[in-house]
């Protein structure tokens, strides 16, 4: 079941990442880590204006919603499956195909061009988490490590893929315990997630591991919330789900993560069981089904592993231009400039990358899956006949 509004969230949700990086890439008021500065304690009007700005366009929010979303499309996806082992051999080579291929190629340009054309500088007026990213040249223990995602220094975003790749391998598991279970019994274990995340939060497997179960039981989520909320209440819930779900990074500190997590997940998931229900207001639908939101949502992926080298090198150059008097008077409207460029440059990156690396590999990914259910079909007949 393919639903073209999820998929527009998801495009959203990879817009929302990459704008939080052009918000942060300077010391605003001489802030060097605003995203960890409460609304509240931050001083200074320029910081205060970039840690509002910071709330609707949240990347911890919306790597969430990426989670979220993957639990739930990947649960589907393997309900139309035969629940058996080749069935769950077919997700593992799917869900390679659809990860490393684009990964490996961004990669390799990120090296490259760090290798051949990089010079490191520490600018004046930029932020902790600018001046972090390529201080030494990259080795080749590190570029291999990198490539097997055991280290993620080389792309700000790829901690997020090496979760989704550990969540994918344990996946059937979890997948076999929701769908064998009753609302009551799935709840129980949401639980025990919960409980290894709060103890082992600094982990972000086991931060994020009950994250993907609530995901993988959203079809439970919905038949409950279409048994015992009304109709009438749907679009302020969605509304609130909105606000809790944007502002969880607001309301708790760095210190208190876990809960951030929490409250965004729980937000996350009735958002997407509201859109995936089809019971939405009409100006939310109307923005999720513009067709520039769409195809973000199509190329979303590519979008996302994509855009910080090309930020990076975008804020590179402008500070090689700029004078430190200058970041220092107008950092936001260097953060503005580096977001509206750095979008339309990753936005037809991602094009290419998905025509050709992404959607290719998708299709052999498929290939592969279809060989491997046409195995599993003919050795189910020759059981049969056997039996017989």
Request: proline fraction near 3%; charged fraction near 10%.
């Amino acid at each position: 079941m393919f639903i073209t509004k999820l998929e527009s969230l998801r495009g959203i949700a990879a817009l929302m990442v990459a704008i939080s990086h052009c918000l942060v890439v300077f010391a605003v008021d001489q802030n060097p880590m605003i995203w960890d500065t409460s609304p509240w304690e931050t001083q200074g009007t320029q910081a205060f204006i970039t840690r509002l700005l910071l709330i609707p366009f949240n990347g911890g929010a919306a790597v969430t919603i990426f989670f979220v979303l993957s639990g739930y499309v990947l649960g589907l996806s393997l309900d139309r499956k035969p629940r058996q082992f080749l069935s769950y051999f077919a997700f593992y080579m799917k869900r390679i195909c659809r990860i490393y291929p684009a990964y490996l190629v961004c990669l390799t340009c990120i090296i490259i061009s760090i290798l051949f054309f990089h010079s490191y500088q520490k600018f004046p007026n930029t932020s902790l988490w600018y001046q972090a990213w390529y201080q030494q040249g990259i080795s080749w223990e590190n570029a291999l490590a990198n490539y097997a995602l055991y280290e993620t220094n080389l792309n700000q975003i790829a901690w997020t893929l090496k979760v989704e790749l550990i969540m994918s391998l344990g996946f059937p598991f979890f997948y076999l315990m929701s769908r064998k279970r009753a609302a009551t019994g799935n709840f129980i274990l949401l639980l025990i997630l919960m409980l290894f995340a709060f103890l082992l939060s600094g982990i972000l497997c086991f931060l994020f591991g009950f994250v993907f179960y609530l995901g993988l039981i959203m079809p439970t989520l919905i038949e409950t919330l279409n048994q015992y909320v009304a109709q009438s209440v749907w679009n302020s819930m969605l509304s609130l789900s909105l606000i809790c779900l944007l502002c969880a990074r607001s309301i708790f500190s760095p210190a208190n993560l876990f809960y951030a997590v929490l409250l965004e997940a729980i937000s996350a998931a009735l958002v997407i069981a509201i859109l995936a229900d089809g019971k939405v207001d009409v100006s939310l639908g109307r923005v999720l089904d513009i067709p520039i939101i769409r195809k973000l949502g199509q190329i979303s992926y590519s979008f996302y592993i994509y855009h910080f080298i090309i930020l990076y090198w975008l804020a590179w150059g402008l500070l090689q231009l700029v004078s430190p008097d200058i970041s220092a008077a107008f950092p936001i409207l260097l953060s503005l400039l580096l977001a509206v460029t750095s979008v339309i440059l990753t936005y037809y990156v991602a094009l290419l990358s998905y025509h050709g690396v992404e959607l290719p590999m998708i299709r052999c990914g498929a290939l592969i899956a279809a060989k491997i259910t046409n195995l599993l079909e003919i050795s189910s007949a020759r059981v049969r006949l056997l039996r017989k």
